[in-house]
């Protein structure tokens, strides 16, 4: 068998195993709460690498080591500010979160969780933020399609359109029957693949190279410069920049609500520490594959033409080609983990947000979820229809997209979690001001406005929405609420409470 065919068992064995686990979470799903949100049963484990598989996308095996085969370790004070915003989200937003969205009316989604929390009778809140998420997040399953379209392309010659589809229908398909769980548990698979591979890549690059001291020498014969936190081309505004990305966690949908699903608040401690130790395992990985790459092909071949493909080069040179189509694979389960989360958090704004906003009539579970896999549907045609001809211009929008719900949530997110005194005027001026502020800040150049857009939008976010509160009146019943939460809170803490609100 040659090469590729080695590679295409390889992706067949990894899609059959996604397929599985989707009518594995079919069987245990029979309300909007398990369909939504696993019916809040995650552990730990499945949390915290669903919340990481989610969030890195293919960047992390293919962007991020380009970044630092190009830069050198100067690019590291971005995965040291995602970092950091992750270890915050997970310490502060989680347990709270968890809490109070059970608190506030057994939220499923963020919109409707500010709704309630707000009292927001209007529901303009809910409204608003839905809109903010199906349109953004439209883009961004868009996006992701179109990095599986040229996945494939790239890998085996695959027509992109073909690749596309095979990449959306997968995904689609365990997304839409097994909705939250099988999200997550597709996500822990997918997580460990990916962790795995950033590790066994570099590792057998050492052994290549003759170890630690030769990848050293080489790379200090090539170019010293590469061990430099603080580069030629680094200044103070991208630094800041860098570790501006953290701040983005905070507002994130499809990160945070795998918060919500935890079985218990104190779960969030454990989660923590397994979603930062993934983290930074896959972060340093994908710089040590870099560097080796570095070694290797500076030294041997010369520059790769795409430095983002260090990581498939790597793979398909040191193993086995049917060991390398997993090496492949993972790169492809970063892509798909990011899309059935979005695609999750679309049907949820679509059904829980929207359509349930402007029509309050009591649907039964059954009919709930299958209007849930119906807008999981519509949203995945819209998207695969949005990237047939692979524009660009979509994949662009992945990082505003992250400044965008970055400072329109973030603020409000944080704000509603610790401080009584929000108003729903305040969490509306606020939402708009961060979205307004990041789009058109991206769109103005030179100076000051090559700070990443993400950290005005915040801070003005920030600003408004406090300032407005203070000048509007809080909902009768939300002191209340808010004061049961922190109790709650307080109480899984001391260990006195080791089941959720509900029971």
């Known amino acids: ?124 809140i809910q409204i608003g933020a839905g809109v903010i998420i199906l349109v953004f997040f439209t883009f961004y399953v868009s996006s992701g399609m179109v990095a599986g379209g040229r996945f494939f392309e790239a890998s085996f010659g695959v027509d992109y359109r073909l690749g596309m589809v095979l990449v959306a229908g997968i995904t689609v398909l365990y997304t839409l029957v097994g909705g939250f769980l099988a999200v997550a548990y597709t996500d822990v698979v997918q997580g460990l693949m990916m962790v795995t591979a950033l590790v066994a890549v570099p590792v057998a690059g050492l052994f290549r190279l003759g170890g630690p001291d030769s990848l050293i020498s080489t790379i200090n014969e090539l170019d010293p410069g590469t061990w430099a936190l603080w580069g030629a081309s680094t200044s103070l505004m991208s630094i800041v920049s860098a570790a501006a990305w953290g701040l983005g966690y905070f507002g994130q949908p499809h990160i945070i609500v795998r918060f919500m699903a935890l079985e218990t608040p104190q779960q969030a401690k454990a989660g923590r520490r397994i979603g930062i130790g993934w983290m930074a395992l896959a972060c340093l990985g994908a710089a040590a594959t870099a560097l080796v790459g570095i070694a290797t092909y500076r030294r041997d071949t010369g520059q790769l033409p795409n430095p983002e493909t260090v990581f498939i080069a790597l793979g398909q040179l040191l193993f086995h080609p049917f060991v390398a189509g997993f090496m492949l694979a993972a790169i492809l389960a970063a892509i798909m983990s990011t899309i059935s989360s979005q695609l999750l958090v679309s049907s949820s704004a679509l059904v829980e947000d929207l359509y349930h906003a402007f029509n309050r009539k009591e649907l039964g579970e059954k009919r709930s979820v299958l209007l849930g896999r119906v807008a999981v549907m519509i949203v995945s045609v819209v998207a695969a229809l949005m990237a047939w001809q692979a524009d660009d211009s979509i994949l662009k929008l992945v990082s505003f997209a992250w400044a965008g719900f970055g400072a329109s949530f973030g603020p409000v997110v944080l704000l509603a979690l610790f401080w009584r005194r929000l108003t729903r005027w305040g969490a509306l001026a606020g939402m708009t ?46 002191d209340a609420e808010f004061d049961e939460a922190v109790a709650l809170v307080a109480d899984f803490r001391k260990g006195e409470l080791t089941t959720s609100v509900e029971n």
């Open 1 to 124: 068998m040659n090469e590729q065919t080695y590679q295409a068992i390889s992706m067949i064995i990894y899609f059959v195993a996604m397929i599985v686990i989707g009518l594995w979470a079919y069987q245990r799903t029979d309300d909007m709460d398990d369909y939504m949100l696993a019916g809040r049963n995650l552990g730990p484990l499945s949390t915290a690498l669903s919340a990481g598989a989610s969030d890195m996308s293919g960047w992390l095996l293919m962007g991020l080591p380009g970044a630092f085969y190009l830069s050198g370790m100067s690019t590291m004070w971005l995965p040291i500010g995602l970092t950091v915003g992750a270890w915050l989200n997970w310490k502060y937003t989680a347990p709270r979160l968890r809490t109070y969205t059970e608190v506030a009316d057994n939220s499923l989604t963020i919109p409707t969780f500010l709704s309630a929390r707000l009292h927001d009778g209007s529901r303009l």
């Open 433 to 478: 001001t961060g979205a307004v502020v990041a789009a058109v800040w991206a769109n103005l150049p030179g100076g000051i406005f090559d700070l990443y857009e993400l950290l005005p939008g915040f801070v003005a976010n920030l600003i408004v929405t406090i300032v407005v509160s203070l000048s509007t009146e809080v909902a009768p019943g939300v």
